[in-house]
Every structure is written in C-alpha cells, then in structure tokens.
C-alpha cells in the first residue's frame, strides 16, 4: 500500500466518522483555506489555480445552505441562508473581477462563523 492511498484512506474515514459539529468545522476549514489559497494565487495571477480554489469555497458554501433547517432554524437559519448567499456572489464577482476584498471579506465571515461553532 502507497503512502497517497493510506493518506487518503485516513482522510476519509476521518470523515466519515466525524461528529456533525466537527465536520461542520471541518468544512469552514476548508472554505476559509481554499480562499486563502485563491488569494495568494490571485497575488501571482495564477487565474486558474484562483478560479479552481474560488469554486471549491463556492461548493463548500452551495453545501451549507442547501442543509440548512428552516423548520427547526427559523430566522437563523434564514439569516445564515442570506449570509451564505451573499458570501457566494462575493466570490463570483471577486473571480470575475480578479478582486482580493471578496475573498478576504468572505473568508472573515466564514472564520467568524467557525469560531462561532467551535466555541458551541
């Protein structure tokens, strides 16, 4: 067995067996790292590797809202919904425009919102 595979075999069943909260914060992790990872790749005019990182951050967003509970969330959960819609827009128009302050604007919400849920 490859180290790739064994590595990959961890990740995965690192999360698969993860509690929601955990994995809710796993997933802010990975928001907040592919926007600062586009950011730095904006720096360099790497478009490519900015459009690629913006998209993640974009899916893992699409994914927060679509599990989101209205019945059970009430005005938070709206809220949150507008949030999370406002910080995708943010980062199309911050990939079309090739512009750092949607990216670090959102990428300030979304670690807000992950030490939110780290402290509950």
């Known amino acids: 067995m490859n180290h790739a595979y064994a590595n990959n075999v961890y990740k995965n069943n ?4 993860a509690p929601k909260k955990k994995l809710l914060i ?3 992790d990975g928001a907040i790292k592919n926007c600062k990872l586009a950011e730095m790749a904006l720096e ?4 490519e590797t900015v459009n690629t990182n913006l998209k993640k951050a974009q899916d893992i967003i699409n994914e ?3 599990t989101l509970n209205f019945e059970t969330g009430g005005d938070i959960a709206k809220n949150l919904y507008q949030l999370y819609e406002y910080m995708n827009f943010k980062l199309v128009r911050a990939n079309i425009d090739k512009n750092p302050e949607g990216i670090i604007e ?11 849920w780290a402290q509950i």
């Open 14 to 17: 690192q999360i698969t067996t």
């Open 26 to 28: 796993m997933l802010y």
């Open 44 to 47: 360099s005019k790497d478009y």
């Open 64 to 66: 927060f809202m679509v």
């Open 106 to 116: 959102v990428k300030n919400y979304l670690q807000e919102l992950r030490d939110t």
